[in-house]
């Protein structure tokens, strides 16, 4: 019970944690894309 527990619990923290992380970072990409435009000569 007391492992079980105890990984249920870092699970509880670890999984929004994650979700938040990821979040912040998909929202970092498109402020940033918004920023700086990507160039469309890049490439050619």
């Given at each position: 019970m007391g492992t079980v527990g105890l990984a249920l619990?870092?699970?509880?923290?670890?999984?929004p944690?994650?979700?938040g992380v990821i979040l912040?970072?998909?929202?970092l990409i498109s402020a940033l894309t918004r920023i700086f435009p990507p160039?469309?000569?890049?490439?050619e």
């Amino acid at each position: 019970m007391g492992t079980v527990g105890l990984a249920l619990e870092l699970m509880a923290i670890a999984l929004p944690t994650m979700f938040g992380v990821i979040l912040l970072f998909m929202l970092l990409i498109s402020a940033l894309t918004r920023i700086f435009p990507p160039r469309k000569d890049t490439g050619e």
